[in-house]
């Protein structure tokens, strides 16, 4: 199952990881807080959900987890049960974005083969296909009454269909804006995208105008997220050897950059909001490249827990649920369940509990 640290992986915590106000703690007392939160015994070994890598993942219900591979399907996976619930087969390339609508209860997956399926259980072929995409559908992203669903594409367009009718309803194509992901605020206040451009963008869902742009960072934005109350947007950048590899946090009613989070070495591919600790705390959590999984105060800027998932190749999604478990998707070695435990509110141990 690997060792816990080498001693080069302990010499690159030792530098990256990220401390109080974003500065770098190199204090002998920091890293032993880090290297104890590493579980590598203790964990489950279920059927793999996928027979190669995991494009994408996303959140149905605590036992349930949805998810695109390499090999074309879309599966939702009872880990409760180590058994697939259901697997749809019917993109022609591999699926490369999914979400699931809580409210209506089906499934929506993006695929290189350029277009959308909408799947409903115990359907085997999609209900709807929207096509119009001329490139990888890159990011899909619903709207909080499950009706509407906004898309990106490397194609520079963001698009937003309607599911009842199939119909594109709206067509937006910015010179450059090759997107990387959407993320449709659960309030209907805005729809965040980024893009290769190195830009996040926030649209009105109503005009779909574009009503913001951030300044640009250095690197390129790979993912967005954005938080129950739709106050605030998280995204994440493509850096890599430990420089521009951070997480921002953007304030969405000032329209301005609020805190950075350093520590991973290589791009960050994935970000999430966590729900509220017991003690009202606000964490979120993020993935990279650099095959880790880690959790960060808000307050603090803290990283407060972290997981190396050694020798699975880049973490490539992740998605989290109000028992405050964590799902992560990787490129080597299928889906990982990690747990939160919030014994200390402010330093939560970050466990693996099974891999499928």
């Known amino acids: ?39 590598v015994e203790g964990f489950q070994k279920l059927t793999p959900a996928h027979c190669c890598s995991v494009n994408c993942i996303a959140g149905v219900k605590p036992g349930l987890c949805l998810s695109g591979g390499v090999d074309k399907s879309v599966i939702v996976y009872d880990y409760l049960n180590g058994s697939v619930k259901q697997k749809w087969s019917g993109h022609e390339k591999p699926v490369t974005a999914v979400c699931y609508a809580e409210r209506q209860h089906f499934v929506m997956s993006g695929s290189r083969d350029k277009t959308i399926h909408l799947w409903k259980c115990n359907e085997p072929s999609p209900v709807t296909t929207f096509e119009g995409h001329e490139l990888v559908v890159t990011s899909i992203s619903l709207d909080p009454s499950n009706s509407f669903l906004c898309s990106g594409s490397r194609d520079n367009s963001v698009r937003i269909w309607d599911l009842e009718t199939g119909s594109c309803l709206a067509n937006a194509n910015i ?36 009503v913001h742009v951030f300044p640009k960072k250095q690197n390129i934005l790979s993912c967005c997220a954005v938080s129950e109350d739709g106050l605030h947007c998280l995204s994440g950048s493509s850096g890599c050897n430990s420089t521009g590899s951070e997480l921002t946090l953007w304030d969405l009613r000032q329209r301005k950059p609020l805190c950075e989070f350093r520590g991973h ?23 990279g490249a650099d095959s880790t999984v880690r959790v960060w105060n808000v307050e603090s800027k803290d990283c407060v827990g972290l997981f190396m998932l050694e020798g699975r190749g880049p973490v490539t999604g992740i998605a989290a649920y109000p028992d405050y478990s964590i799902l992560a998707s990787t490129f080597n070695q299928g889906i990982h369940l990690l747990s939160l435990d919030y014994t200390n509110p402010h330093y939560p141990q970050l466990k693996r509990k099974l891999q499928f």
């Open 265 to 287: 070495e290589q791009g960050v591919s994935g970000c999430v909001f966590l729900p509220l600790n017991h003690g009202g705390q606000q964490m979120v959590a993020s993935c």
């Open 1 to 39: 199952m690997g060792k816990i640290f080498s001693s080069r992986n302990k010499e690159n915590i030792r530098r990256n990881y990220s401390g109080r106000n974003g500065s770098y703690l190199c204090d002998d007392s920091s890293i032993t807080a880090v290297t104890s939160e590493f579980e």
């Open 175 to 210: 010179s450059r804006n090759l997107v990387t992901s959407v993320c449709w605020a659960p309030d209907d206040s805005v729809i965040a995208q980024t893009s290769e451009d190195k830009e996040l963008r926030l649209w009105d869902p109503r005009s779909f105008n574009v």
